[in-house]
């Protein structure tokens, strides 16, 4: 596999909008349709979008995602195989975050249990025929070494408790995180704090 992890960056736009728009859920997944637009949204927001969606959610979604990308608050990373896009990571500053998209009390729990400048995983999308093949793992260790690089003090995760479902997993799998090394810091609900510090 010819893989390659990039910033989303203005040029790469046309290819997140590519990937949410045909390859992230085209396997009828029960997380779509997504443009992972909520961690970059107030609850306000969020509530107004969810308003608009009427009988085109996909499309209210996109529109929204469309001008979150232009007012540079998406954030992550996307993997590519060649120069389509197979995989995303919805990663940055957790002071960039308006919600970690899990609604403010968590966001509140999360911030409070910070330890300096850290980098917030929020979740991963993988194109169908990509899942189990390391993509994830890609992704989270671009994270790990761009948060080095930049002087964040931590980087973490918030993977979900689950009952073994998969359509759990988008926050990432607990496992992945403790394979690269993250530590569980705490617990609110169902949701933990995984933590690497650099």
């Known amino acids: 596999m010819n893989l390659s992890i990039r910033p989303l960056t203005n040029q790469f736009h046309p290819a997140y909008l590519r990937f949410f728009d045909e390859r992230a859920f085209s396997d009828g997944s029960p997380n779509g349709p997504c443009y992972c637009t909520s961690p970059s949204m107030d609850e306000a927001s969020i509530r107004q979008m969810v308003s608009e969606f009427g009988s085109d959610t996909k499309g209210t979604l996109r529109r929204y995602a469309v001008d979150l990308l232009a007012a540079d608050k998406i ?3 996307l993997a590519f195989e060649g120069d389509e896009p197979i995989g995303w990571c919805n990663a940055g500053d957790l002071d960039l975050y308006a919600n970690v998209g899990f609604g403010a009390e968590m966001t509140e729990f999360i911030k409070a249990n910070a330890c300096g400048k850290t980098m917030s995983v929020v979740c991963f999308a993988i194109a169908p025929g990509y899942r189990g093949k390391g993509i994830a793992a890609a992704l989270l260790n671009r994270v ?15 993977p979900q408790m689950s009952d073994g479902r ?12 403790r394979k690269l090394g993250f530590e569980e810091i705490a617990q609110k ?10």
């Open 166 to 177: 998969s359509d759990l997993d988008y926050n990432g799998p607990i496992h992945l995180f």
């Open 75 to 77: 954030h992550g990373y």
């Open 144 to 158: 790990i070494t761009d948060a080095r690089e930049k002087g964040f003090h931590a980087v973490e995760g918030y």
């Open 189 to 198: 609900g169902n949701r933990l704090i995984m933590r690497k510090e650099l």
